[in-house]
């Protein structure tokens, strides 16, 4: 059964869901990730992105998600202004990729504190967004439900560490990816869940042995 957006689409700023609303999305993604304010937005622009981002809004709407705008946010017309006054310094460029979607965007990011994160990802229509990468290790997330991003070491029965911690908060795993650099090297689970009680799950996560980092990301609007 389809539901509502399939069928009208999100609710948005601008002439398309591909274009405004899942990029506007693609800039959140990336600055939730980031975990601070952004001063440096480094934005390249892959098939149809690249070709037409200026006449449809993309760059607007990219940089708007940076900001925190919702996808239906008046301000997003005028986010590369804004940004311009609230001291984010924006770059665009364009690159070819064969082995992507029409609709990507790799956004590295800088944060006031200097913090870095680097984030691939697509709008993949009707406002639908997929990351694929971040800092360049593959996941899988698509900001429809809570994520949990767990930076980890490669380690025997971590995994099943960190399901059970899940299992016992009472939620329902419905996406799970396991990305590694190498055998015994460093690793990123995303995990999206359904039925979230429990608001301390990131610090249990964190404190889990061979966990070096987790973050929860909350569903975009």
């Known amino acids: 059964m389809s539901n509502v957006l399939d069928i009208i689409g999100p609710v948005m700023i601008g002439p398309s869901s591909s274009h405004t609303a899942g990029a506007a999305r693609l800039g959140r993604i990336a600055l939730e990730l980031l975990g601070e304010p952004a001063v440096r937005a480094d934005i390249?622009?892959?098939?149809?992105?690249?070709?037409?981002?200026?006449?449809?809004?993309t760059d607007r709407a990219l940089v708007a998600g940076i900001l925190g705008f919702a996808a239906d946010d008046v301000r997003l017309r005028d986010s590369l202004a804004i940004a311009a006054e609230r001291g984010l310094a924006v770059s665009f460029a364009t690159e070819d990729g064969e082995d992507v979607h029409p609709n990507t965007a790799r956004i590295a990011l800088t944060g006031a504190g200097g913090r870095r994160v680097e984030v691939l990802g697509s709008s993949v229509g009707g406002g639908a967004i997929l990351i694929t990468q971040i800092d360049g290790m593959a996941v899988h997330l698509t900001g429809q439900h809570v994520t949990f991003i767990v930076l980890h070491r490669d380690v025997p029965g971590l995994i099943a560490a960190v399901t059970?911690?899940?299992?016992?908060?009472?939620?329902?795993?419905?996406?799970?990816?396991?990305?590694?650099?190498?055998?015994?090297?460093?690793?990123?689970?995303s995990i999206e869940v359904e039925g979230l009680q429990d608001e301390g799950l990131t610090d249990?996560?964190?404190r889990l042995d061979d966990v070096t980092g987790a973050i929860m990301l909350r569903p975009l609007a």
């Not at 390249?44 to 809004?57: I, N």
């Not at 059970?164 to 689970?189: E, Q, Y």
Request: proline share 0%; aromatic share 10%.
């Open 44 to 57: 390249a622009l892959f098939g149809s992105f690249a070709k037409t981002y200026r006449g449809h809004g």
């Open 164 to 189: 059970d911690v899940l299992a016992d908060a009472g939620t329902n795993i419905c996406d799970f990816h396991l990305s590694r650099a190498r055998r015994g090297g460093d690793a990123v689970m």
């Open 204 to 206: 249990r996560l964190a």
